[in-house]
């Protein structure tokens, strides 16, 4: 995962593995998209079937391909605090590439202002127009976790 790999890569797959949970068997999500494993989404049809190994090399590729997409639109992305950088690795997974690229957390971080894209990250608690506790109690693990690594 980038030049922050190995503890980074294992807290990564750790904290969105717990938040996501793991379901072999696709189901619809609080929105009604269908999603298996880990919360993915891309190219899944109800029905769809996945042992536990298959889920875990899923939830590798996903996250690589999401940190990659948020190191492009960050300036210096290698400057982000360890556990920072994992809480916003988790966030881009979870709201994907686009809507992090998009978002304040982004410019917070390209300012340097880590600490003001923490408290940024924490306004993703939504999901079909309505806040959902599971997502304000998963920003506020995140957040925990991005302020520890400013210490």
Known sequence: MGRKTGTVGAAAIALVGAWEGLRLTAYRDVVGVPTVCYGETYGVKLGDKYTKAECDAMLMRSLRKHEAG???????????????????????????????????????????????????AKWFNKAGGRTIKGLVNRRAAEHRLCLEGLK
Not at 83 to 109: D, E, H, P, Q
């Open 70 to 120: 948020m190191r492009k639109c960050l300036k210096n992305p290698d400057a982000i605090p360890g556990k920072s950088y994992v809480a916003f690795v988790s966030l881009t997974y979870n709201i994907g590439v686009g809507a992090f690229c998009r978002s304040t957390a982004r410019k917070r971080l390209n300012r340097g202002d880590v600490r003001g894209a923490c408290n940024a």
